[in-house]
């Protein structure tokens, strides 16, 4: 398969008109050693396939247990927390965001030493945002010949900066009235999406809130701009803005579409929004990655669940968009297509990982262009990317109604014939430990006052008539923000590390739910909200319920849907190895049951993971097996994403280690 690169033209390119035919076999040949030189790693995910792979093979499984630590860039002069945001490495420099002011930063890709930095003004809009530090990674483009980063930060501002200086693009956007705000290389979002705001504040919180926690993509010559928005188990108010999708002109930001996410009068999807919900409610963000095909001029955009999570009495019906994979034309906003994951979504089951993009071999049908989507609930939903043809049958399968005054579920739910689960779907006894009779048991006892179900097993009630004290929702987040999948462009095969684990929110009137928040969003309550915290059950014994692994790596060949291999990510916890009732006992790999980051080279996978006393390790695993080829001792515990790049004739690993970002390499 082509690795999906950012198609735009470059220096070399912009450079032709003005040379000779010897000066230009100069040139072609300097570009040819750059290209073996380096290996950029452009988007988040690497390549709009959000792949997270390299072609890079100088680090391998002989000598990947000599890495060591090359530099290591603190952010906390940028207050930076969560370490959330993956960097990308364009034409010999690293780019990032920071903090909670989303600082961007250029960083030395040899030394670690920083380069420049942009923080934007001050304003009330950024202060409000409950994503501020999620910033993610950068958008890029090369626009004639000049690199330009793109950013979006917590108080919703597009700001699109000169790659070499930092500074604000000239000719880009239109002046922002607010004081301290450069004249150039700004767009204020809000002034596109239609609803009253103040430059300053923002949107009135009665209406609702919109911030942002993930990079724009620029697709061609536009930008595309996601959005996310309060979440939703911290909603009791039915009121919100919708996520509408933004697009715009990538050399002077004029605005060029606006594709709304829940659709109005006369636009396909409008009838699944019954009592006129789509009036006043809102959500369904895309607060994942984005990815694209250029070729195709496609963007596909994940999103989430409506306003406030547990309850969706006042949104009956089927409520396109949301919780969906969405492809749009790049260039127009228009839908070419769309797959709906979950009706009505109530689980908190939104979509939290870009979509990958590869080329399969299918069987019988040659070359496939597909797009794969990973999703919380443990299914992988797989289609023709060009069409939105699923490329194997997914079933409208019965789920059972809410006991919730109110609630009207959807009596079923599209669930995968292929791939199989990477995890284990829904709650049952036969899912509990059976390491022995008695632990079983006692996992048996834990779980009593719970009501057990499918994977979509409705919330109930706190006092429920049935007398259960939470309903489990199994699994939560299989697949989560902190552990996206990656996949081998040149094998079809897509890599998913997940763990097994249940929600079990209870649900309470609006009243109660609205004292949790100070500045919540939204005028009328609702009937039922998510509770505070809840009731969970937990072996008396300090092991998991459920049986192993208890986190684990499942390699899905998408050229035929079928699991390749799966083996546990990482190893069993000491806590569990020494627990006196398992002594004599052989319980094998359970995996540690920590989630960990993955990128694909053309030598191996990698991973992050623990080692059984806790220690944070690299782990180089071959590729069609899942067999252990290496292991080395990481500094520190991981976050969100790897990745892996060449600069300078040397390949280097870059973990986000907390406020931190370490890159290893080998010894020189």
């Given at each position: 398969?082509i ?51 390299t ?37 010999g ?42 910033g ?6 090369n ?9 979006i ?52 919180l009665?209406r ?29 108010r ?44 809102g ?74 993009l ?16 990973a ?8 289609f023709?990317?060009?069409?939105g ?52 048991q ?113 390699a ?37 049951g ?31 097996t899942?067999?252990?080829l ?11 994403g ?24 080998l010894?020189?």
């Open positions: 398969m690795r999906i690169k950012p198609s735009v033209s470059g220096p070399l390119t912009a450079k032709l008109g003005n040379v000779s035919l010897v000066s230009l076999a100069l040139l072609m040949t300097s570009a040819v050693s750059a290209q073996q030189d380096s290996e950029n790693w452009v988007t988040l995910g690497s390549d709009f396939a959000h792949t997270r792979s072609s890079a093979d100088q680090i391998t499984p002989d000598n990947f247990a000599d890495l060591e630590v090359a530099w290591v860039w603190d952010g906390a002069s940028f207050q930076a927390q969560s370490g959330r945001s993956t960097p990308s490495y364009i034409d420099r690293l780019y990032t965001v920071a903090g909670a002011r989303r600082h961007v930063v250029a960083i030395d890709p040899e030394s670690g030493a920083t380069i420049w930095s942009y923080r934007e003004p001050d304003t009330g809009r950024w202060e409000y945002s409950m994503r501020a530090d999620y993610k990674g950068v958008g890029y483009a626009i004639d010949g000049r690199d330009v980063i793109y950013t930060s917590p108080a919703f501002f597009l700001t699109a900066l000169d790659a070499a200086t930092g500074k604000p693009l000239e000719g880009f956007g239109e002046p922002v009235p607010i004081e301290g705000f450069p004249e150039t290389g700004v767009i204020d979002l809000l002034k596109d999406l239609g609803h009253p705001y103040d430059p300053y504040e923002g949107i009135p009665e609702g809130y919109i911030t942002s926690s993930s990079p724009p993509i620029v697709v061609n010559d536009t930008i595309v701009v996601g959005n996310s928005a309060e979440q939703g188990y911290h909603q009791s039915i009121e919100n803005v919708p996520g509408d999708i933004l697009g715009y002109d990538a050399r002077t930001g004029e605005f060029r579409w606006k594709f709304n996410v829940i659709p109005q009068p006369g636009e396909y999807g409008h009838e699944t929004w019954e009592n006129d919900s789509w009036q006043y409610t959500d369904i963000s895309s607060w994942a990655p984005l990815s694209a095909d250029p070729e195709l001029d496609l963007v596909y955009i994940p999103t989430n669940g409506v306003t406030i999570d547990y309850y969706g009495g006042h949104h009956p019906g089927d409520n396109l968009y949301g919780t969906s994979l969405i492809a749009l034309n790049a260039s127009t906003g228009e839908r070419a297509w769309h797959f709906q994951m979950v009706h009505h979504d109530i689980w908190n089951y939104d979509t939290p990982t870009a979509p990958i590869l080329d399969v071999d299918l069987a019988g049908q040659g070359e496939t262009p597909i797009v794969a989507q999703t919380k609930q443990g299914y992988v939903y797989a023709n990317r060009a069409t043809e699923p490329l194997w049958p997914i079933v409208e399968t019965p789920m059972p109604a809410s006991t919730v005054p109110g609630e009207q579920l959807s009596p079923t739910q599209p669930i995968p014939s292929k791939p199989a689960p990477f995890e284990y779907t829904g709650s049952s006894v036969d899912l509990l430990t059976d390491f022995t009779p008695e632990l079983r006692q996992a048996i006892a834990a779980i009593a006052d719970f009501q057990l179900g499918p994977v979509f097993n409705p919330p109930i009630q706190r006092n429920d008539p049935s007398g259960k004290s939470a309903a489990l929702m199994c699994p939560s987040g299989s697949v989560n923000i902190t552990h996206p999948p990656v996949a081998d462009p040149d094998s079809g095969v897509m890599y998913v590390m997940s763990r097994y684990s249940c929600g079990s929110r209870t649900l309470v009137s609006g009243e109660e739910a609205d004292t949790y928040y100070d500045a919540p969003t939204g005028i009328t309550l609702s009937q039922y909200a998510a509770a505070s915290g809840g009731p969970r059950p937990r072996h008396p014994a300090g092991i998991p319920l459920w049986k192993p692994p208890y986190s684990r790596i499942t899905i060949d998408l050229n035929t849907g079928e699991h390749l291999w799966m083996t546990p990510a990482g190893y069993t916890p000491e806590r569990i190895q020494n627990l006196p009732a398992l002594q004599g006992v052989e319980i094998g790999n359970t995996g540690s920590a989630v960990g980051q993955m990128v694909v080279t053309d030598t191996m996978l990698i991973y992050t993971n623990v080692t059984s006393d806790g220690t944070p390790h690299l782990f180089a695993v071959d590729k069609q899942g067999e252990e290496s292991r080395v001792e990481a500094p520190a515990a991981t976050r969100y790897m990745s892996s790049w060449v600069h300078n004739d040397k390949q280097y690993v870059i973990l986000q280690t907390g406020s931190s970002l370490t890159a290893m390499a010894p020189d």
